[in-house]
């Protein structure tokens, strides 16, 4: 996937770590997990000993996978639970950033709460606050949350921890789609960044050990 161009299309199972992908805050290796081999991400014990809203919370804590992404879809298999240190406020936190700037200044990314998923049944608000979509370094979560309380960037939907979930993005300009083991769980049509070509993240942020396998990369 490599310098993935655009009008093409990239799978990897990611079994291992891709030719050219960079880690950033995160920890990376090959495991085998509820029946395939997936990559496990975390944060370094650096990023999360950190300050919040600095080191993690919202920042470019992910595997950057190399591409000439502006629009398109992209597909993996997650699967998230909380770490053995997690803070309170964790809910296994993971998912895709794309439009990955090279100096890191700017991306968007969408993210899973599982523990946040209607199979925990947890308390509202949470049960809202499944899927998250922000944009960094301007609009993260909680600035969002704040200026648009009808939580138009955040949603609830039907997962939980431990288990393979389905997150396929479809972006196009300003506009993003959102699915969720083929269910439609948001539709934005005004995403708070410019378009802009970049790469593609495998995201996690605190308290989160994730895995990822089958990374779909289509663009146009």
Known sequence: MNDLKPNSTAVRALENLPAGASLNSVTAESVSVAGRQALRIELTAAAAS???????????????????????????????????????????FAGLAYRITDSLDSFEAVYIRPLNGAKVDPPGPRIDRA?????????????????????????????????????RIEVQDRSLRVMIDGTKILDLTETKAQPARGSVGLFVDIGTVAFFSNLSVATT
């Open 50 to 92: 950190g300050v919040p809203g600095i080191d993690y919370i919202d920042q470019p804590t992910f595997v950057l996978i190399p591409a000439d992404f502006e629009n398109g879809t992209v597909e993996v298999d997650v699967l998230s639970r909380l770490s053995a240190n997690a803070p309170d406020f964790a809910r296994a």
């Open 131 to 167: 899927v998250q979509y922000f944009a960094y370094p301007e609009w993260k979560y909680e600035r969002l949350r704040e200026e648009y309380p009808d939580g138009r960037y955040e949603s609830g939907a039907d997962i939980g921890p431990d288990e393979w979930i389905r997150l």
